[in-house]
């Protein structure tokens, strides 16, 4: 039934069914006009176009070619008992070579589906073993290495820039280039400065092979023309040339800062790793700014440590860059001895980037935690933390001293009118 139904698509045998029999049939026409269809020959040499065309392309355009050839009895009447065992046996060789065919056929496509699969099977394991050997290449560089953290990436850099006061010098950017190196895959990448006047940045620290500064680059020129950093998911594929990124912080008309990543391994590139670098750049950037602004909160609040003043300005500049810059945690008891006990023993249990503010306002006292690069669920997560640990070693204190706890999360607004907002509120 399938031979029957199946159609060939045009010109898929149906031009050689048709044209073969019939210049057979102008042959035999002229070369033996008395039998055209060679009937009385000793072997029935005709059978062999439906046949043919049948091994070729199945029943149909065989059948075709077989009531092309009959057609000669249209002109050359044939006896019937001559005829019908004739036509008979051509149908049958028809049918015979037709199941031959469609079975030869399904015979092929199965074997180029299965040469498909062990060909896409291969590839996978291919791709398989890559990104093995790739992994296995990372856990070797963690083993060699000491592993490496974004927080305590961030504390190491932290602590060298308030040892610098906020000088960039050469050994605190190669130090930041190494940590982008293992935190986000960086393997060649060039830090310049771009004084006021200079027709040309100077590099300060370089990780890798790096080239010398091309201005010509289409991500460089990009970032400068718009005075922000720019990526290569930002261009199109076909324009990138030398850099994947290049971050840049200052204003035109100034000393600027930039990063020009040149190459990163191939599984690192994705934003997550392109945004752990903007992080990174503009954290260093922006630290002796935060320090010149922290001043305007130290005079509103002098008891504001002069970290949690820096930190708190980082992290509101970095509000439109990652999605949750961090959070910053209050726990309010009634002010006395026992609130300042408390306040002790929660700054003990401190941990990585944290940053205490103890803050008295005559009827209260507030024990500020900011958290750097953290979520909702982070401070949660340390507000059970802390409650159980005080619980446990002073239940009595914590309980007649604690009010309530809460916490807010750092945007982008003014500083000092989110520190404002915060101390303000009553437990």
């Known amino acids: ?141 963690s083993l060699v290495y000491q592993p490496v953290s974004i927080r305590s990436a961030l504390e190491e850099l932290r602590q060298d820039l308030r040892r610098g006061k906020g000088e960039m010098d050469a050994p605190l950017l190669e130090k930041m280039l190494y940590f982008l190196n293992q935190l986000a895959g960086v393997q060649v990448a060039s830090w310049y400065r771009w004084e006021a006047g200079a027709a040309e940045p100077r590099r300060l620290a370089s990780f890798g092979p790096v080239a010398e500064w091309d201005g010509g680059d289409p ?108 959070v910053c945690q209050s726990f309010v008891f009634r002010a006395g001895r026992e609130a300042r006990e408390i306040a002790d023993k929660i700054q003990k249990l401190r941990r990585g980037l944290d940053v205490f503010w103890v803050h008295e306002d005559g009827e209260y006292l507030r024990v500020l935690t900011l958290l750097p690069f953290a979520g909702t669920t982070a401070a949660e997560g340390q507000r059970a933390r802390v409650e159980a640990e005080l619980q446990r070693c002073c239940a009595g204190l914590w309980q007649s001293a604690f009010l309530g706890a809460d916490f807010m999360r750092i945007d982008a607004r003014p500083a000092a009118e989110q520190l404002a907002h915060w101390l303000g509120s009553r437990p």
């Not at 043919?52 to 008992?81: D, T």
């Not at 990009?222 to 990526?231: H, I, T, V, Y």
């Not at 035109?252 to 930039?258: A, S």
């Open 1 to 141: 039934m399938r031979l029957l139904t199946s159609i060939p698509r045009w010109r898929e045998g149906w031009l050689e069914a048709i044209l073969l029999p019939a210049l057979v049939l102008v042959l035999t026409h002229f070369l033996a006009p008395q039998d055209p269809l060679l009937l009385q020959q000793p072997f029935p040499w005709l059978i062999l176009v439906p046949l043919l065309i049948a091994l070729r392309y199945e029943f149909l355009p065989g059948a075709v070619a077989a009531l092309i050839l009959a057609a000669a009895c249209w002109w050359h009447p044939y006896p019937s008992a001559t005829l019908l065992p004739d036509a008979a046996g051509t149908l049958l060789v028809t049918l015979i070579a037709a199941e031959y065919a469609a079975y030869w056929s399904r015979r092929e496509v199965d074997r180029a589906l299965q040469e498909k699969i062990t060909a896409t099977r291969l590839r996978q394991l291919a791709d398989d073993l890559y990104v093995t050997r790739t992994s296995l290449d990372r856990l070797e560089q």
């Open 219 to 326: 991500v460089a020129r990009a970032a400068l023309a718009e005075g922000r950093s720019q990526q290569l998911a930002d261009l199109q594929v076909e324009r990138i040339q030398r850099y994947l990124s290049v971050h840049l912080n200052g204003e035109p008309g100034q000393d600027r800062h930039m990063l020009c990543i040149e190459d990163m391994t191939f599984f690192a590139i994705t934003f997550e790793s392109i945004q752990i670098i903007e992080v990174f750049f503009q954290y260093l950037c922006h630290y002796r700014d935060g320090c010149v602004h922290a001043q305007e909160l130290l005079s509103r609040w002098p008891d504001c440590p002069v970290d949690f003043a820096v930190d708190f300005l980082q992290l509101r500049r970095l509000a439109g860059i990652v999605p949750q810059p961090g």
